[in-house]
């Protein structure tokens, strides 16, 4: 008798319906790194990739922020054909790059060029994690000079975001010179009274915070973003201290007057249409 129970559990199994099969293909799912909910990749994106239970903000590739910005996804990048040589003879650094020219399909971690937002032009440049940990070496530096050169001249409003590890080793001092390098461009452009613009996405780390990235008139982060020089362990070592569980968050250096806006994605490009248009 009590196999009979047993067998009568097992009488009905669920089959995912047909109808189910084709919604949820395999591999399109995407589990939030904060709060553990899977979420359907697509919805995901619809989303802007912003998890939907809890706000934590995926990173996005380049060409994803510039969809989610411009007009009509319209964008007309600009030095496209600029590409690292290696100066240093790194080892593995050419192949590295080669790997990272594949995988993203783009020529370095830095996204230039001039669209519109909210019909406003601008000269915007978008750094893309998924290069070399976004690191800036002399091609980065290279093209956000350029850019600004461009804004200035144009009079465009500069937004630039950042999603960077820092400077780029395989490059060595040549990349620790483009802190300077962007430094000296943006300095011109403010000169000229151009509006630059700086986001903060995560993680915005290094020579990249140590430059550029905290130079804008208005200094903008996502949510939760990880933004600060060196890392949390090598400042614990340094100081002999515990550091607040907090320390080199988005929300953290808002606090400390570090940055003048904490904004979601989500209403980010509105936010931006809303600077433009104040600054017009
Ligand atoms: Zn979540």
């Known amino acids: 008798m009590l196999k009979d129970l047993f067998r009568k559990q097992r009488k009905y199994a669920t089959i995912p319906s047909e109808q189910a099969k084709k919604e949820v293909p395999e591999g399109i799912m ?53 590409r690292s040589v290696d100066p ?45 940990m976004g690191s800036m070496g002399s091609v980065v530096g290279e093209k956000i000079t350029r850019a600004a050169e461009r804004a200035a001249k ?3 409003p500069f937004v630039l975001f950042s999603a960077s590890g820092g400077a780029r080793m395989q490059e060595g001092a040549l990349s620790l010179m483009q802190m300077a390098k962007t430094t000296a461009a943006l300095e011109r452009m403010n000169r000229d009274k151009v509006l630059f ?7 915005t780390t290094g020579g990249v915070s140590a430059s550029f990235s905290s130079l804008g008139d208005i200094n903008i982060a996502e949510p939760g973003a990880l933004i600060g020089f060196a890392g949390r362990r090598v400042i614990e070592q340094t100081v002999r201290q515990k550091l607040p569980d907090d320390f080199q968050t988005a929300e953290f250096l808002l606090e400390r007057g ?23």
């Open 154 to 156: 144009k009079k465009y």
């Open 88 to 132: 240093l003879q790194f080892p593995g650094y050419a192949k590295k790059i080669e790997q990272d020219m594949k995988k993203t399909d783009l020529n370095e971690a830095i996204v230039t060029g001039e669209g519109t937002i909210g019909g406003f032009p601008v000269i915007l440049g978008v750094m893309d994690s998924r290069f070399r």
């Open 30 to 82: 995407e589990k939030c790194p904060k709060c553990g909910t899977i979420c359907i990749a697509k919805e995901l994106e619809k989303n802007l990739k912003v998890c939907k239970s809890c706000g934590y903000h995926f990173s996005l590739s380049a060409p994803e922020r510039i969809a989610s910005l411009v007009d009509d996804g319209r964008f007309f990048p600009f030095d496209e054909d600029l």
């Open 197 to 203: 613009i700086s986001v903060l996405t995560n993680p």
């Open 258 to 280: 570090q940055l003048d806006q904490v904004v979601p994605r989500l209403e980010l490009r509105d936010t931006l249409i809303k600077l433009l248009a104040f600054h017009a």
